[in-house]
């Protein structure tokens, strides 16, 4: 995967607010800026303003406020050289049922006024495992093989700037991980990628950073590996030789739990306590004469880190 350019961003949002007809704010001030050739992942629930800010930059909702611009673009000023830059796959699949695959693909490269070029159709559809379906109706596809289709339909046109929108809701995993290897296909030929997910584990496969949205007010913006690396919670575990009845004294400092059968001794810390506090743990239980006979230890995932960014905000 190249790197992303992040000299040069190729989506700036600055000060953008939606507030919709009866006083509901949907988005708070969101300020963002996606570096060129990344992959980044929208994270939130149900309700938090991920759909309303996509749909802001592709020109689908007006905001009430701020401005957007791709490539150093408005989107209200070049709204026709913008548009032709992205390409959306919404959640909903909406396409008519009665067309064959190939055809549905090639009218969307037309309606952004591109040339007839079957050739790249066709590149198109064997990427996504579409070619055979070319000739069937949309009607007669599957779930995973329509949702597919919206996405030939949204690379039709060789946008720059991809949105997909929960693309892989209601997809089986099989197929969930085909659509994955879509993706990082297109990340290397240098296509920026922005997704929403419900899927944790989408966002920490796929995503070079992720942003977590909740309450319409982006709460976070962070390099995936840093913000593991930051707020990830992780515990040593040591498998003890001769049970302890209870948690050995002059032990505060740690972070210690003992297990009801007082069997295993569980230290928990940060990164930053990593190196110093595991040494120190280990020197000082063996001073005491506490010996074990394995360890193991256990790092919060994504999802966890999700939930609990959430739930403090709540």
Known sequence: MPSPDHASPILTVAGVSKTYEGGFQALKTIDLKIARGEIFALLGPNGAGKTTLISIICGIVNRSSGTVTVD?????????VVRSMIGLVPQELTTDAFESVFDTVSFSRGLFGKKKDPAHIEKVLRDLSLWDKRDNKIMTLSGGMKRRVMIAKALSHEPQLLFLDEPTAGVDVALRRDMWEVVRKLS????TIILTTHYIEEA??????????SRGQLILVEDKTELMRKLGHKELTLHLMEP?????????????SLSDDGAMLTYSYDTKAERTGIASLIRRLAEDGIRFRDLSTKQSTLEEIFVNLVEDRS
């Open 72 to 80: 150093g673009r408005d989107i209200d000023k070049d709204y026709r």
């Open 244 to 256: 302890l009845a209870a948690l050995p004294e002059g032990f505060s400092d740690y972070d210690l």
């Open 188 to 191: 290397e030929a240098g296509v």
């Open 204 to 213: 920490e496969m796929m995503a070079d950073r992720i942003g977590v949205i």
